[in-house]
């Protein structure tokens, strides 16, 4: 009997092989769903670049209750990387994107055995279950947040390779800075591929189509102080990301980045800081309204790291003047470029401020102009600013404090406590997938390749599984090597996904 079930096996595990082996042959496109999903329709990824909870502290001191306060559920991320307690924002997103932490600067890849591994992402995930597909941003496009989700390259200075591979991933909607990143090559392969190509806010108001490539700056966005009213704004693109995803009935994932708030704690930047975070709970707000309207909508809001350490108080009792920070009209990069070309350092910032500099404040300023350091004014003008309106940050720098994590929505009591990027990643790939919950039995890793469960049949048991248990590793062993079904030497969401294939084939 027992030599009749071990034939047996082998047979069917050689089926499954065949199997496998025809569904590779055949490829994996991401045009048509491969995979049923059966967990929540709609995803919605809202990220606070270096947003920690100092920063959601001044702004909320400056305009009172904040929208990310009515998230039900809360809890804190740890953002460490392979290379050490402080983060990029690329590991830090890679983490987020796709469950494994790697090194800072790799987008969404990982180094294995001495090579350099593609890892497979939230939003890959998504349109391999047939969803639509979008990334917001007011930094570039091809920057380090939303690079991650739908590229893959060793380093986050390849914005060009970036801006490639953004079109041949055919994300649907691409909203944000970075036209300078697309050259002619890449704008008509972007034209070939059926995207609509805009560049103002009157085209962006009006357009339509399944495809669209939105780029409203040659870098970034300009800050929230800076702009004026033909500047798109991060509400803005959000709004008709969503009305265009929607169309699609399979649901959508969306990622939305309040990019420059970083910039802004790196520049100690504080008025920019409050104007960049009130805006990114702008767009809270806006998908908290539309998820309690369409109720199989998930929203996570949190952050992919902390900058520049902020400290909200300077002293036992001295007080913040939260009056003095919104009547700041420019963002200290304008100020500075203002002295660069020639302005006065005590006019400029009492244009923008209405603050007069002491001796000793304008003899900063001036140091700051001689320096090499290409960011040294901006950063001397912050420092200086901070002090007076009662904030102080310990650097201009990423710091490695753990930042704050908010859900709402299907399974929102599942994103609490202390947890770190790659956990969140892996419970939104749970909650999108299978939505959150599923009895399983685990008798081990069986002798069938994708078997996870160990009883000799592949099913959605063993996609649950490995995504669970095994998402995240590097293959160590034989057992792990059967849950690699692509064997490239890790156990990533596309192992998940080509196990959901098979149990659904």
Known sequence: MNKKIGILAVLFAISLLVA???????????????????GVKNVIILIGDGMGVGQVEITKLCYGHLNMEDMPYAGFELTDSLSGPVTDSAAAGTAIATGFKTYNKMISTVKVRGKVVNVTTLLELAKYSGKATGLVTTTRITHATPAVFASHVENRDMEKEIARQLIEHKVNVLFGGGKREF????????????????????ELKNVDGEYVLGLFSESHMPYVLDRDNNTVGLLDMTKKAIELLEKDPDGFFLMVEG???DHACHANDVASVVAETKEFDDVVGYCLDYA????????????????GGLGVGTNYGDPIDEHRILSIKASVSKMAKEIKEGGDPREVIKKYTGLDLT???????????????KYALGNAIGEILSERVGVRFISHIHT???VPIMAYGPGQWYFRGFRHHVDTSKEIADIMLFGGERSVNANGIGVIKGDADGDYRIDLDD??????YYVGKTTLNNDEKRLDMDNNGIIDYMDVIKIMEMAES
């Open 20 to 38: 496998f082996q025809v569904s590779v042959a055949k490829g994996y496109s991401a045009e048509s769903p491969s995979i049923k999903a059966r």
């Open 183 to 202: 050259d002619t090559e890449t704008l008509d392969l972007a034209r070939r591929n059926g995207y609509k190509v805009i560049y103002t806010k009157d």
């Open 259 to 261: 990019g420059r708030i």
């Open 292 to 307: 309690r309207k369409n109720k199989d909508t998930l929203v996570i809001v949190l952050a992919d790291h902390e900058t």
């Open 359 to 373: 001796d000793e404040e304008v003899e900063k300023i001036k140091e700051a102009m001689n320096s090499d350091n």
């Open 400 to 402: 490695g404090n753990p």
């Open 463 to 468: 996609a649950y599984i490995t995504l669970n």
